[in-house]
């Protein structure tokens, strides 16, 4: 059994604490935790049916369940109106694969050798997914300053930003996601031979988890799914009071801890990989992951938003998380053109993700 299933003890305190009324800090941390085995047991489920449907299949199913906790995380802000804390934790999501998961992969794969090799076709391919990404969650906002608006503020929960700016964003989503499906086409029909990095999750650890029944993986994936739910409501329930406990801004906590924890099995299974010295799929989970995040999860909760939720949600994000973004999708473009990665490069991703910490700490 991996050791971080043992983290499972956490689901039944996070229920028992929301239930006492205990304090939202101590409900938060615990469903925060709880999070993490739900989406390890997800991805190896995931990965489990994938090698028996073939790759269409499997692409789709990691499409709907590879980043299912920030998913679900997220719609249940959005329901109870937190689209800033919504529109952080998407960036947190982006900029942790990128800079925090690449950057340690790096460093732990490149300690004990001089340098490591992976495709630089796949990684280019990925990268351009995110340029084209980054234009299109930059391009709202720029819109909504030349018109004479302004970015949301740091400390907002929900800005009404005109119906011009909610059909824009509208529209901008539904591109996304069209642009996400050609890549689908693009890694797993036509060009499935150069890469494909939706069987990246998970799939560099131990087998173990394809020895497992079709029927046994559906039925582990629906219940981690439904429990992810639960810990998702407890969670945003606590957020706002247990922020102001322990002095983090929402932002900061969207950005930062929600992002960790729903990316947390990805997370580590990277750096595992990284250090077996499989670099190619170690950059595939961190590149296509965020790739993910900013073509398909982002653009679905936009569309969600418009019927689920208060008010839709707009596109427009606030000055810093802008910056973190493009800076982490540059970064990613210069480090990745050359095919090879080392300790020391992995240490400048750690470094920015680091400063754009601090940066959002103070914000």
């Not at 689209?83 to 794969?109: H, Y």
């Not at 949301?152 to 824009?168: A, C, H, W, Y």
């Not at 595939?284 to 995040?293: C, D, K, L, V």
Request: hydrophobic share 60%; net charge negative.
């Amino acid at each position: 059994m991996r050791p971080v299933y043992f983290l499972g003890v956490f689901l039944p305190v996070a229920v028992v604490l929301e239930l006492v009324h205990a304090e939202p800090v101590l409900v938060f941390a615990a469903a925060a935790v709880a999070v993490i085995p739900c989406a390890a047991v997800m991805g190896e489920a995931t990965e489990a049916i994938a090698a028996r449907t073939g790759p269409g299949i499997g692409g789709l199913l990691n499409v709907t369940f590879g980043n299912a906790p920030e998913l679900i995380i997220a719609f249940f802000a959005l329901i109870e109106g937190l689209q800033e804390v919504v529109k952080a934790s998407i960036v947190g999501s982006i900029i942790g694969n990128i800079l925090l998961v690449m950057g340690a992969a790096m460093v732990v794969g490149g300690i004990p050798r001089d340098k490591q090799t992976f495709s630089r076709t796949a990684a280019t391919a990925q990268s351009a997914m995110l340029l084209l990404a980054l234009a299109a969650l930059i391009l709202p906002a720029a819109f909504q300053l030349i018109h004479g608006g302004a970015l949301p503020g740091v400390g907002e929960e929900r800005v009404d930003f005109g119906s011009d700016v909610e059909s824009l964003s509208f529209g901008v989503a539904i591109v996304l996601l069209v642009s996400y499906a050609a890549g689908l086409l693009f890694s797993l029909k036509t060009h499935r031979a150069v890469f494909n990095p939706f069987q990246a999750h998970g799939s560099g650890e131990d087998e173990e988890a394809h020895h497992w029944p079709v029927r046994r993986a559906a039925i582990y994936l629906g219940i981690s799914a439904v429990l992810v739910g639960v810990m998702a409501e407890i969670l945003v329930g606590s957020i706002s009071e247990a922020s102001e406990e322990i002095g983090l801004s929402e932002f900061f906590v969207g950005v930062f801890v929600v992002a960790i924890v729903g990316n947390a099995a990805e997370h580590w299974v990277a750096v595992l990989v990284a250090a077996k010295d499989k670099m190619d799929l170690a950059v595939n989970i961190a590149i296509g992951s965020s790739a993910q995040i900013a073509l398909f999860v982002a653009p679905l909760l936009v569309l969600l938003s418009f019927v689920f939720g208060p008010d839709p949600m707009s596109l427009v994000f606030n000055g810093y998380e802008l910056g973190g973004l493009l800076f982490a999708v540059l970064i990613a473009n210069f480090v990745t053109q050359e095919g090879e990665s080392n300790w020391f490069e992995g240490v400048q991703l750690l470094a920015l993700y680091a400063v754009l910490g601090l940066v959002f700490y103070f914000a």
